[in-house]
């Protein structure tokens, strides 16, 4: 069965902490995805990474950066979080050859205070 | 830059009845994928359907089919038989795919807002 897990589903930060988000997939993909889901906005993309240290940007990456160090994990960074960075954050994956089948882990609520 | 909207924030239904939740988007791209996801209250995102821009027959999953416009740039999901199980923010999403500098491809996705589905017994 394909899997994406992410660290945590709820996480708690004060206002300047940096903070790590990870993912693992167990599916061998070269594609991988971050992005931040709000309502009314639906998800938007952060950063997506298509090789191990490749990276670009997506629609909204102010104030995250993104490390992809292995090819089954790619973590989000926040440098220096704060309360607008509260939010819901998914990480998917997708292989090269099937593009259009993007998986998606269970999500990490974060709260910034 | 590509768009997707879906106007129906809320939608019920009662259980066993046929619901249609409705989505537009806009691009000036002419081959890509048309989607519609779920996530039901756990979070975990799944596909439900995907529509490939160049086939004109409309695509069918079980009880979940869709009704793709793309000259008008409209994609409708329709849920027959509604289940108690289909419960669950939807959204309609939007891809292009596109090719690294190292010449493979990855696909982007662009989301709607989504639309709240709740089934009543």
């Known amino acids: 069965d394909v899997k994406v897990t992410q660290s945590s589903r709820y996480l708690v930060k004060r206002t300047g902490e940096k903070v790590f988000l990870e993912c693992v997939q167990d599916m061998d993909h070269e594609n991988m995805f971050w992005y931040r889901q709000d309502p009314g906005l639906g998800l938007r993309l952060i950063y997506f990474s298509y090789d191990v240290k490749m990276k670009e940007k997506g629609d909204i990456p102010e104030g995250y950066s993104v490390s992809r160090e292995k090819k089954e994990r790619f973590s989000l960074i926040l440098e220096s979080a704060s309360t607008n960075q509260t939010s819901m954050y998914l990480c998917?994956?997708?292989?090269?050859?099937?593009?259009?089948?993007?998986?998606f882990g269970p999500g990490t609520r974060l709260t910034v205070t | 830059a590509q768009t997707v909207t879906q106007s129906q924030p809320e939608m019920s239904v009662q259980e066993a009845e046929t619901v249609t939740l409705s989505c537009t988007y806009d691009t000036s791209e002419n081959n890509y994928y048309l989607f519609w996801y779920k996530q039901p209250p756990s979070r975990q995102m799944i596909l439900v359907i995907r529509?490939?821009?160049?086939?004109?027959q409309n695509a069918t999953e079980n009880r979940f089919s869709v009704n793709f416009q793309k000259a008008a740039k409209s994609f409708s999901l329709k849920i027959s038989d509604s289940q108690l199980g289909d419960t669950a923010m939807y959204f309609c999403a939007f891809m292009i795919w596109g090719w690294n500098a190292g010449g493979t491809s990855y696909g982007k996705l662009t989301f709607g807002q989504g639309t709240i589905l709740t089934v009543h017994p």
């Open positions: 998917a994956s997708s292989s090269r050859d099937r593009v259009y089948e993007q998986y």
């Open positions: 529509q490939e821009a160049y086939k004109q």
